[in-house]
């Protein structure tokens, strides 16, 4: 059965602060690891990773995908109070349309 | 550009009725995605639908839950004689055919409470 796990479940820093954010996966014939912004309503697409070691960037935020040890990182730089969101991590597999997603981090920014 | 339109936003059913939830897709997608979010878990796949067709009802439960997608209007998931644990938060998401296919994009969700 496919599988993401995300760590840390939770995290609360100050702003200005950087944060790293995890998600593991084990999922059959990998395609694509995606990560999304969960505020009170829409998960907000962030990054799709295909390729091992190429950095994705937008703004503040960075993402990299490690296909050997099947694992990617959500980067926050200078972190402000907006960024505080669930930040969702899903994957898809070959022969699979729908993303198997984690729990999510749930990350809270102090001024 | 209108993004995933998922309405109602709220639902209040009693045990035994039936809910509609029903989800528009972004302006030129033809893929339409349900997903579950149960209290304190990750979003479970349900169901992947084209226009007129069900291509992957793998998440599915197997008695009192159908999805649609007409040639015209929006998707419908429908729960027949729901019971307390149908109670969550139900996501749409939408993507485009090709290759981008990967990229889902997710309306606001429809809450599901049953009494």
């Known amino acids: 059965e496919d599988k993401v796990v995300q760590s840390p479940l939770s995290l609360v820093v100050h702003e200005g602060d950087t944060v790293t954010l995890n998600c593991s996966y084990e999922?059959?014939?990998?395609?694509?690891l995606l990560w999304y912004k969960q505020e009170k309503k829409a998960p907000t697409f962030l990054f799709m990773l295909?390729?091992?070691?190429i950095e994705k960037k937008s703004g503040r935020l960075s993402s990299i995908l490690d296909k050997k040890e099947l694992f990617s990182i959500l980067n926050i730089t200078a972190t402000q109070t907006g960024d505080s969101a669930v930040y969702l991590c899903?994957?898809?597999?070959?022969?699979?349309?729908?993303?198997?997603f984690g729990k999510g981090t749930h990350l809270i920014i102090q001024p | 550009n209108a993004g995933v339109m998922q309405n109602p936003r709220h639902l209040v059913r009693r045990r035994g009725q039936e809910a509609r939830l029903r989800c528009s897709p972004m302006?030129?997608?033809?893929?339409v995605y349900w997903y579950r979010q149960l209290p304190e878990e990750g979003l479970k796949f349900m169901v992947y639908?084209?226009?007129?067709?069900?291509?992957?009802e793998s998440g599915m439960p197997k008695e009192r839950f159908s999805a649609e997608f007409p040639k015209e209007g929006p998707s419908i998931l429908r729960i027949q004689q729901v019971v307390r644990g149908d109670s969550a938060a139900y996501f749409c998401?939408?993507?485009?055919?090709?290759?981008?296919?990967?990229?889902?994009?997710f309306g606001a969700g429809t809450r599901l409470s049953v009494l």
């Open positions: 998401a939408s993507s485009p055919a090709g290759t981008v296919k990967n990229i889902q994009y």
């Open positions: 999922v059959t014939n990998f395609r694509s």
């Open positions: 295909t390729s091992s070691g």
């Open positions: 899903a994957a898809r597999g070959g022969g699979a349309d729908g993303l198997t």
């Open positions: 302006k030129g997608h033809s893929h």
């Open positions: 639908l084209q226009k007129e067709n069900i291509i992957d």
